[in-house]
C-alpha cells in the first residue's frame, strides 16, 4: 500500500544508518521527496548520491542541539515549500544497571531520545499548522511498554516519546495533523553498539540473534504515511515472532 507517498517532503533524523537509512531508501522508492539528516555527514552524502537526491538534501545534524535540526527542516522548506512527515527517528541505547552510575550515559539518552524528538516537534509544528496538514512520526520502541533491568533510562526516554506523542496527537485536531508513534522489539541496527556495560551487552546481543531487518520499519512507517488524511494510524508495536517480551 503505498499511494499518498508520491511526492510527500519527508525530513528523517538519523537517516545515516539503520532504521533511518532503511526508510529513506524505501520512501525514495516510492516516490518521496527526502530530506536528510545526522551526525555522520559522510555517510548522508554517500546515501545521497545512491538515492539521487541532490546534495542539499542533506543536513547534518545533531538532534541535542535545537538549531541543528531547525535548519534541517527550514532546508525542507527552502527546497519544497512544506514539510508533510517529520520522522524523529534518531536515538541511543547505552543502556546500563543503574547501580553503575552512568550519569553521562543518562544525560545523553535524555538529550538525544527526547529532546531530540522534541526539536523536531518544535521545528516541524510551526509549518504543519501553517499548512493545516502533516503527520508526526516519532520512534518510541517495545521498551517504551515494558521495562526490564539495566534498560530503566532507555525504557524512561521511550515511554517519554510516547507520551509527547499522545498529548501532540491530542493538540493538533484544529490543524489536521497526524501522530503515529512507531515502537519496535528487536530490529537490526546498530542501536546496540552504545552499549559499554559489558553485562547488558551481553544479554542484549542474545535478544538482537532473533533481530529483524530494519526494513521491517521502514514497512510499517510506508503503511502509516499511505493512509488517506481522514485515518491516523497512532501507534503500532511489532517485533521478530520469535520474540517473547
Do not use: C
Not at 102 to 107: F, G, I, K
Not at 161 to 189: F, H, W
Request: no cysteine; glycine share 8%.
Amino acid at each position: 500500500m503505498t499511494e499518498n507517498i508520491q511526492g510527500k517532503v519527508v525530513v528523517i533524523t538519523g537517516a545515516s544508518s539503520g532504521l533511518g537509512e532503511a526508510t529513506a531508501r524505501l520512501l525514495a522508492l516510492q516516490g518521496a521527496k527526502l530530506v536528510l539528516g545526522a551526525r555522520r555527514l559522510d555517510r548522508l552524502q554517500s546515501l545521497a548520491r545512491e538515492l539521487n537526491l541532490a546534495d542539499q538534501a542533506v543536513v547534518q545534524t545533531d538532534v541535542t542541539d535545537r538549531h541543528q535540526v531547525q535548519q534541517l527542516v527550514d532546508r525542507a522548506v527552502d527546497l519544497h515549500g512544506r514539510v508533510d512527515v517529520m520522522l524523529n527517528n534518531a536515538g541511543v541505547m547505552p543502556s546500563a544497571m543503574l547501580e553503575r552510575l552512568h550519569v553521562d550515559e543518562w544525560d545523553r539518552m535524555i538529550d538525544v531520545n527526547i529532546k531530540g524528538v522534541m526539536y523536531g516537534i518544535a521545528a516541524a509544528l510551526p509549518v504543519m499548522q501553517k499548512q493545516k496538514s502533516g503527520q508526526f512520526i516519532n520512534v518510541a520502541s517495545v521498551a517504551g511498554h515494558k521495562v526490564g533491568p539495566g534498560g530503566t533510562v532507555y525504557a524512561a526516554t521511550k515511554h517519554a516519546v510516547r507520551v509527547i506523542s499522545e498529548g501532540l496527537r491530542q493538540e493538533v485536531k484544529p490543524y489536521n495533523i497526524r501522530t503515529t508513534i512507531v515502537s519496535p522489539g528487536a530490529v537490526a541496527t546498530e542501536l546496540t553498539d552504545t552499549i559499554t556495560d559489558p553485562d547488558v551487552a551481553a544479554g542484549m546481543r542474545q535478544v538482537y540473534e532473533q533481530a529483524i531487518s530494519a526494513d521491517s520499519f521502514a514497512r510499517v512507517v510506508s503503511f502509516a504515511m499511505s493512509q488517506p488524511e481522514d485515518v491516523d494510524i497512532n501507534e503500532v508495536l511489532f517485533r521478530p515472532t520469535s520474540q517473547a517480551y
